[in-house]
């Protein structure tokens, strides 16, 4: 049974979410193929379009980001990435989109495995305008409709560099056969313009630096009004950052408010912004979970597991013979059984450690998971929409590898009515000490609707990453040979003075 909202189609309009019919919406039996309902809460304007006539712009001269002497990352297979140490397995899946997996570092030719497979899990989109039109808005968008399967064409020169590689992927379709999504992805290497590493001296007039290169494998699925890019970058310095942006239009309906001045905009503004006349974007939360089956040096089978430690920072007392009152000390505590973990409250930082094995300097080689957005969800733990969705309501959860466990919102989350997914795969509060351990993130965004966001939304970017910890034997980055430059022409121009 699907709920359907209608939108005006009939001037044409390449904006359809931006046109709403409000409070028009019809319930559909799919596989009676009968019109159940048909509910019509009254006669709402429909918002004016977008004015055509705005001011021109002056162009900017091109910015561009090219590779003159080639790339230095090498595809193979299907499909294979080699990039400076990094090595990794991609594909697409229908449901999560990219899969990374098999990812490694070479590390002075020892080819270490740090992850065995990563993905997107499972997605939450619940909208707070409590109207019949609305209510029923909170979508679970990997789940129900499909990372994958929803993946858009990628635009060269804006959504990527010009001269990134662009993949064509197959993604299977409803009945079981595949269709082509030409650039689906793309891959390229960027300059970030910032410098991975430096030590300058103010006395003198140049600085010991290295420019940051990474590594960037993105997809941009399209959730109906929303799309989602999704970026793994792999950096020079042994790090792996996972960065979802939000972009595209803003889910609106039509209000008799022009202007907040106007009598109903009280009402009308009461669960979103008034983003345009007679615009208003309710309010959201988009909430993304990310499973990481890390695998910190081949932690599988006969080699052992994998541990996650919580590194507190715990504040200490000092003895009256010191000059100073108070410091900080670390209280690093391995974290014994399944569950949602509490990010809150204290300060601190986690790390998944191999205690099998020892770096020179005799520390567990470790990844550290530096957590970005954490709003988690605030809903009734006695509200469907977060029954269903149960792992939004924790930044981080962990457990013990099951083959079976893959979404944090269970295998169906279509119509479900909760308590799958993580929280029943931590209830059993099984042993993960020394396992293969899984970590699951979720990245949360309260989304208060502005202005700017309409009628097209400004790209936002959130995420977390991986860092080594410990894990090498020094600073992985180390060992850059000596910085390089680029020309006004483009050409590369290797620049020994600043040694
Ligand atoms: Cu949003």
């Given at each position: 049974v699907l709920k359907v909202p209608c939108y005006e189609l009939e001037t044409g309009t390449?904006?359809?979410?931006?046109r709403p019919i409000t409070g028009v919406f019809a319930v559909i039996d799919v596989e009676e193929k009968r019109v159940l309902d048909v509910i019509d809460l009254g006669a709402v304007a429909l918002p004016p379009q977008p004015?055509?006539?705005r001011v021109a712009r002056a162009a900017l001269k091109p910015v561009q980001m090219t590779s003159a002497l080639g790339r230095n990352y090498k595809i193979s297979g299907a499909i294979q990435v080699e990039w400076d140490n990094w090595s990794f397995h991609m594909r697409m899946e229908r449901r999560v989109g990219p899969v990374i997996s098999l990812v490694r570092y070479n590390d002075r030719g020892n080819r270490r495995l740090i992850a065995y497979q990563m993905s997107l899990s499972e997605m939450f989109v619940p909208y707070m305008d409590p109207g019949a039109d609305w209510s029923?808005?909170?979508?679970?968008d990997s789940g129900e409709f499909g990372a994958g399967f929803l993946m858009s064409s990628l635009m060269a020169g804006?959504?990527?560099?010009?001269?990134a590689a662009y993949i064509t992927m197959a993604v299977p379709n409803d009945t079981g056969r595949s269709f082509p999504v030409r650039r689906a992805a793309c891959i390229f290497e960027r300059?970030?313009?910032?410098?991975?590493w430096r030590h300058g001296n103010?006395?003198?007039?140049t600085a010991l630096t290295r420019p940051q290169v990474e590594l960037v494998v993105r997809m941009i699925p399209v959730m109906g009004n929303t799309d989602y890019i999704i970026d793994w970058v792999f950096t020079q310095g042994g790090e792996i950052e996972i960065r979802t942006a939000v972009a595209g239009i803003a889910a609106v309906k039509g209000v008799a408010?022009?202007?907040?001045?106007?009598?109903?905009a009280a009402n009308d503004t009461a669960n979103g912004t008034?983003?345009?006349?007679g615009t208003v974007a309710p309010m959201h939360d988009h909430f993304f979970n990310f499973r990481l089956d890390l695998?910190?040096?081949?932690?599988?089978?006969?080699?052992g597991g994998n541990t996650l430690i919580r590194d507190a920072i715990v504040p200490k007392r000092l003895p009256?013979?010191?000059?100073?009152?108070s410091l900080w000390v670390v209280e690093s505590t391995p974290v014994g059984t399944e569950g949602p973990l509490s990010t809150r409250g204290r300060n601190g930082a986690w790390r998944v450690i191999n205690p099998n094995l020892k770096t020179a300097l005799g520390h567990n080689p470790g990844i550290q998971?530096?957590?970005?957005?954490?709003s988690v969800s605030t809903l009734a733990e006695d509200d469907d929409p977060q029954k269903r969705a149960?792992?939004?309501?924790?930044?981080l959860w962990l457990t013990r590898y099951k083959?079976?466990?893959?979404f944090a919102a269970g295998d169906?989350?279509?119509q479900s009515r909760g308590g799958g997914g993580l929280p029943g795969y931590v209830a059993d509060r099984e042993n993960v000490l020394n396992q293969d351990v899984v970590v699951w993130v979720t990245v949360g965004i309260n989304h208060i609707p502005r202005?700017?966001?309409?009628?097209?939304?400004l790209t936002d970017w959130y995420g977390f990453k991986l860092r080594p910890f410990?894990?090498?034997?020094?600073?992985?980055?180390?060992?850059?040979?000596a910085g390089f430059a680029t020309t006004t022409t483009g050409a590369p121009l290797l620049r020994k003075s600043i040694e």
């Open positions: 390449s904006h359809l979410y931006g004015d055509p006539r029923y808005r909170t979508y679970m804006s959504d990527c560099p010009a001269d300059n970030t313009g910032d410098p991975l103010p006395a003198q007039p408010a022009a202007t907040m001045d106007d009598p109903t008034l983003v345009a006349p695998d910190v040096d081949g932690a599988r089978g006969s080699s009256q013979a010191n000059p100073r009152r998971i530096v957590l970005g957005n954490q149960g792992f939004a309501a924790s930044t083959p079976r466990e893959l169906y989350p279509t202005v700017e966001d309409w009628p097209v939304i410990n894990f090498f034997d020094e600073n992985p980055a180390y060992n850059i040979p």
